[in-house]
């Protein structure tokens, strides 16, 4: 057995209690392998009814009752199975405080109902990140590697329905939609252009990921072409800046920081040229390029202060200057308490938007529980880089929204935590046993 798979002892023992563990632990499995499974489905479903016979934001709810399925599955398997631990525990008491600061708001009048609901749903898919951690902790290695053909397919799927989209001007995968088509872009089957951002780069992320455990193959370096590719064809700022932070972090995790910075400015001067190429050679590259151009230059020229930032903000930094002036109204007790309806006022940054739902003191201690899962002491290049992916996806978080608040890329982002941690864990023995054997002899 592996030195960080977790034993069953008690598993399957008559007369022992294990035998409802016993039962739901494929249980776990399932679920995993059906979210996994479904969400494609589920999204493209959202995506479809949105533009279709269902009109408005309602009609985007399948992936999200796919998945509330398989997260209520999941925390019922782990329940029983008994895998509740102390960590846990603090988790859930942080959802309980954030759910009770809403329902206080609620209750006083903040926000009304239908907020209200928005509001909890918001918070739960924060924290559902957690579940799915858990949930694949309770893997053995084998079954982990089981399960990871199947996401790389789903990530290929988001992907290639991005290169789709693009190739073939599919109305409904377009990142802007309208009859102007102001910027070009391609978000897919996904609903909203930041979560596919989010979502590429994690993809990216694990990808790379691969790359670091089992070296360059065929089959990876296609994987990560194919991401790479569709990241850049989302149109969005996030996207971009995502998937270089995730290559800086992949190239800086494995070499050397001299070479490290020779691999990543080549490679971004690579892009460039070969962005600049198509651009040139490509008539349809060439006015999807140009929409996007002349819409920043449009606002470029009537923005009246502070109009680099307002552009590379998207006029979040308007948002967030409107709902400050708001807090100070209130004499910030939002910033405190929590409970604030940022679905009413979002500033689309995720950062700002979970301070005020759930109050500075839960937010600290989420982000330091979430910096846990990707930060580890070790010195393997696995572990680097899955320190310095978390600090691209705190900035990214802390520039964009869709990214921490996304229920698409919780699962993801988990895969990649417990793939760091358990990298680490091995290292970690390795390193041990190789002390035991030197002091031995």
């Known amino acids: 057995m592996s030195s960080i798979e977790t034993p069953n002892r008690w598993a399957g023992r008559p007369g022992s209690g ?41 009609g985007a709810r399948y992936s999200l009752f796919i ?36 329902t206080c708001s609620y209750t006083l009048g903040g926000m009304t109902r239908d907020e209200f609901v928005e509001e909890i749903i918001v918070i739960l898919k924060v924290f559902s990140f957690f579940v799915y951690v858990a949930a694949l902790c309770g893997l053995s290695d084998r079954q982990l590697s089981k399960l990871e053909p199947l996401i790389r397919a789903v990530l290929i799927i988001y992907a ?9 001007s599919i109305e409904m995968f377009r990142s802007y939609r309208g009859e102007t088509h102001i910027r070009a872009g391609y978000k897919g089957i996904v609903y909203a252009q930041n979560e596919t951002s989010a979502l590429m780069m994690a993809g990216l992320a694990y990808g790379c990921l691969r790359v670091l455990r089992n070296g360059w193959n065929t089959a990876d370096g296609l994987f990560v072409g194919i991401l790479l590719t569709a990241s850049f064809l989302v149109g969005t700022k996030g996207a971009m800046v995502g998937a270089l932070g995730v290559i800086f972090a992949y190239s800086y995790a494995r070499y050397g920081v001299l070479k490290a910075t020779l691999r990543a400015a080549t490679l971004v001067m690579l892009l460039i040229g070969v962005a600049f190429a198509v651009y040139l050679s490509v008539p349809s590259v060439q006015q999807a390029a140009d929409l996007s151009i002349n819409y920043f230059a449009y606002h470029h020229d009537r923005a009246n202060e502070d109009q680099l930032l307002t552009i590379l903000m998207s006029g979040r930094n308007l948002k967030f200057a409107n709902v400050w002036n708001d807090l100070a109204q209130q004499n910030f007790v939002a910033l405190l308490t929590g409970g604030y309806p940022t679905v009413r006022y979002p500033i689309e940054i995720d950062g700002p938007d979970l301070m005020l739902a759930l109050g500075f003191p839960v937010f600290c201690l989420y982000l330091y529980d979430l910096g846990r899962q990707f930060i580890h002491r070790s010195s393997s290049p696995v572990v680097r880089f899955g320190k310095l992916f978390f600090f691209v996806l705190i900035i990214i978080a802390f520039t964009a929204g869709h990214v921490l608040t996304s229920a698409i890329v919780a699962p993801f982002l988990a895969v990649i935590a417990v793939v760091v941690k358990r990298s680490a864990l091995s290292n970690n023995s390795a390193l041990l046993m190789l002390g035991q054997n030197d002091g031995a002899n």
């Open 160 to 168: 290639l329905s991005i290169v789709a989209g693009a190739i073939f």
């Open 18 to 58: 294990g035998e409802i563990a016993y039962l739901t632990k494929p249980l776990t499995w399932i679920f995993l392998v059906t979210g996994f499974a479904l969400s494609p489905l589920g999204d493209f479903l959202s995506v479809y009814a949105l533009k279709g016979s269902v009109g408005g934001d309602f």
């Open 67 to 102: 998945r509330g399925i398989v997260i209520v599955g999941l925390l019922v398997a782990m329940t029983f199975r008994g895998k509740v631990h102390s960590s846990n525990l603090r988790i859930a008491f942080l959802v309980a405080l954030a759910i009770a600061a809403s």
